[in-house]
């Protein structure tokens, strides 16, 4: 029997969510503790059979919920000009959905990954990204790219819209507790309640909105120069600014206060907010454990710690 593996992993913004749909810089990470691992494998006659945590069954009947996934498949097997064989694909992730922890891109990749593995073919970047933006409009209606790219990328990264993506230089190890909510976030609602309120109100908007990417600015100059207090002190700031778009919610603002009041340098929302993750930097790793066990104590669902190293 055939079998091949296509992997994902998961990925975190740092700054600029929301901002970024609006043409300003952002900062992503890959968060490579929790991935998507995708196995196909041949089986007799010429079904798809799915299986992920979600859905089992043919590709024919997959949920309309999944229909980014069935598409991915059926377009993937088009670029690679295979029909009519039998094939079982498993879908298993780490990445827990709707937590701005770019689930659904980290899916399509490991899919797209694992189709041309098991043809035998290469994938290239622009085929990829292609396969992969289409699967994240059913996700999110128009994406700014910024999961595809960061979930398909080994290093951090400056994202801007209709730019080329650049590295981003980590002058010391930077250490972060990310934590879950538990609570799915709506980044398909909160994108659009920014948009519904910039039509009414552009000037408050556009200013929140360009200090985002003014904020991301001094971060990436922060990271370069290794020094945890001015990226702290530029996330906390980045969090209020969120927090005037209506992006954050109590929960997350608890969640927020809570690292904060345990010792950490900062913390803010991650990915599209109103439920879904924050993330917290922290001065070391014994005091990530600290400000992990209050995270807990206070609610959160689970919690990762995350060291980006120089680079
Ligand atoms: O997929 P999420 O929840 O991590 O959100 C992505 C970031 C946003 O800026 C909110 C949306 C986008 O398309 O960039």
């Not at 209606?141 to 790219?145: H, I, L, Q, R, V």
């Given at each position: 029997q055939k079998v091949a593996v296509g992997r994902a992993h998961s990925k975190l913004i740092l700054i600029g969510e929301h901002s970024v749909v609006y043409g300003q810089p952002a900062i992503a990470f890959p968060f490579k503790q929790i991935e998507v691992k995708v196995t196909v494998k041949n089986i007799e006659g010429n079904a798809i059979q799915i299986e992920s945590p979600f859905y089992q069954g043919p590709l024919e009947q997959i949920p309309e919920k999944m229909e980014g996934i069935g598409d991915c498949i059926i377009q993937t097997l088009k670029v690679l000009e295979q029909r009519s064989s039998g094939l079982h694909i498993q879908i298993a992730s780490s990445i827990p959905i709707g937590?701005?922890?770019g689930s659904s891109a980290a899916i399509a990749i490991a899919l797209v990954r694992g189709l041309f593995v098991f043809f035998n073919q290469e994938l290239s970047d622009s085929q990829l990204m292609a396969l992969v933006e289409r699967a994240e409009k059913f996700a999110h209606?128009?994406?700014?790219?910024i999961d595809m790219m960061t979930a398909s990328s080994a290093n951090p990264i400056w994202f801007q819209k209709q730019h080329v993506v650049e590295h981003v230089k980590i002058g010391a190890p930077f250490h972060f507790v990310v934590a879950d909510s538990g609570r799915v976030g709506d980044t398909y609602a909160a994108v659009k309640s920014i948009r519904d309120k910039y039509e009414i109100k552009p000037e408050k908007i556009e200013e929140s909105i360009t200090l985002l990417g003014k904020l991301a600015l001094e971060v990436r100059q922060g990271l370069a120069a290794g020094d945890s207090q001015q990226v702290g002190d530029k996330l906390n700031q980045a969090q209020q600014h969120l927090a005037l778009l209506g992006v954050s919610d109590p929960g997350l603002d608890g969640l927020v206060d809570t690292a904060r009041t345990a010792g950490a340098i900062a913390a803010k929302l991650t990915g599209?907010?109103?439920g879904g993750c924050i993330l917290a930097l922290v001065e070391n790793e014994q005091l990530g454990k600290k400000v992990a066990d209050a995270l807990i104590q206070a609610g959160a669902a689970q919690t990762w710690q995350y060291t980006i190293a120089k680079c």
């Open positions: 937590r701005g922890l209606g128009t994406p700014s790219g599209g907010g109103r």
